[in-house]
């Protein structure tokens, strides 16, 4: 099992990174690259940005190998904490610091977008391999690690 959540938090990096690559790019194209003149202009350094970020996501997230441990998988509690509760805390702690305190500050928000959208996108994938792993029971079963 422990190998299938490290290939599974590994998917979930590649996945997300390109992902978020592609939405954020479109998104700053949206926003500002009619006015600057095109897809060359937008944002260039967004690639090795949208990595560094979920690559710090992944090594938060990396309490959710635990879950190869049998006892803290069949409580359904601990799973949950395990495997969601950094990424969740990492969205929270990004809302408060970078949303903004009045509404009309458009600078915060597109900060917010930059850090919260590839988490989100982290997010919903990881949510993917978490589904796939629960309902496959051969995996829960034959567990690496068993106490």
Sequence with gaps: MLNTLLINLFKTFIYSALIAVIAL???YFIDEGFVRGGL???????PEFVIFNNLIIAIVTVPALLLANRKIYANSFLRFVFYYGTDIM??????????PR?????????NWI??????LIFLAIHT????????????RNNSSIAI
């Design 25 to 27: 790019r479109m998104s």
């Design 40 to 46: 060359d202009t937008s944002f260039e350094g967004l």
């Design 90 to 99: 990492l969205l929270l702690l990004s809302s408060y610091f970078l949303l």
């Design 102 to 110: 009045h509404m009309g500050n458009y600078l915060s928000f597109s």
């Design 114 to 119: 930059l850090i919260g959208g590839p988490l």
């Design 128 to 139: 993917y391999f978490y589904l796939r792993l629960s309902n496959n029971p051969t995996d």
